[in-house]
């Protein structure tokens, strides 16, 4: 069965940093396509960054971009995004998400992803 967990998340102050990590139970990670997602109370869950499978370069969102930094460690089947120059518009609960099979203009639709984690809570005070 497969696991996504995320950790890392937290109250942070504007213009802080948080590093959420995604550790999944997969033994082909690599063979993954990862993305992350956010969710803000009242709102769709939105894009955030994702890196497809066999493949180091990152997307992202516009609203992350030059912000945010997702990288992944195949070995150890974790993804990570750290996060800078926090905002109150960043305030979410941040899932990751994995599939198999994505193409690129799909790397940002959420029913896309087979595999789900609980979620991680991000909350930055102004």
């Known amino acids: 069965q497969v696991q996504l967990v995320e950790s890392g998340g937290g109250l942070v102050p504007a213009g802080g940093s948080l590093r959420l990590s995604c550790k999944a139970s997969l033994p082909t990670f690599s063979a993954y396509t990862v993305g992350w997602f956010r969710q803000a109370p009242g709102s769709e869950r939105e894009f955030v960054a994702a890196?497809?499978?066999?493949?180091?370069?990152?997307y992202y969102a516009n609203a992350v971009k030059g912000r945010f930094t997702m990288s992944r460690d195949n070995a150890k089947a974790t993804a990570y995004l750290q996060m800078n120059s926090l905002s109150a518009d960043d305030t979410a609960v941040y899932f990751c998400?994995?599939?198999?099979?994505?193409?690129?203009?799909?790397?940002?639709?959420?029913?896309?992803?087979?595999?789900w984690g609980q979620g991680t809570q991000v909350t930055v005070s102004s």
């Open positions: 890196m497809k499978r066999y493949n180091s370069n990152p």
């Open positions: 998400a994995a599939d198999q099979q994505l193409i690129t203009s799909s790397l940002g639709v959420p029913s896309q992803y087979d595999y």
